[in-house]
Nanobody, 123 residues
Framework: QVRLVESGGGLVQAGGSLNLSCAAS?????????????MGWFRQAPGNEREFVAA????????DYLDSVKGRFTISRDNAKNTVYLQMNNLKPEDTAVYYC???????????WGQGTQVTVSS
């Protein structure tokens, strides 16, 4: 089992910044399974489907972003702390959503979600 706890959401004006954190815990993080782990952030605005925002390979460090956040958001991880971050700069009202942390052990049925953290950007 893996437990994901997000923090760092809040209310910010357009153009502002927030830094989300996702702390992961669980026995799976101490096994070789982390070689297949991809940590990511997704978001869901009211009335919309959940969408991919960014992801990082836990061992490889390979990174992907949603096109609309490229150049504004930066995903990173601290393997020693089992924590993944999402630095969000130049926020826009359309970034308003609940942001969810995700742990995907690729090639297996193991896929976990955090409880979500609200990000609200006012115009």
């Amino acid at each position: 089992q893996v437990r994901l706890v997000e923090s760092g959401g809040g209310l910010v004006q357009a153009g502002g910044s927030l830094n989300l954190s996702c702390a992961a815990s669980g026995r799976t993080f101490t096994t070789a399974a982390v070689d297949w782990l991809r940590m990511g952030w997704f978001r869901q605005a009211p009335g919309n489907e959940r969408e991919f925002v960014a992801a990082i390979g836990w061992s490889t460090g390979s990174i992907d972003y949603l096109d609309s956040v490229k150049g504004r958001f930066t995903i990173s991880r601290d393997n020693a702390k089992n924590t993944v971050y999402l630095q969000m700069n130049n926020l826009k009202p359309e970034d308003t959503a609940v942001y969810y942390c995700n742990a995907d052990f690729r090639g297996s049925p193991l896929n976990y979600w955090g409880q979500g953290t609200q990000v609200t950007v006012s115009s």
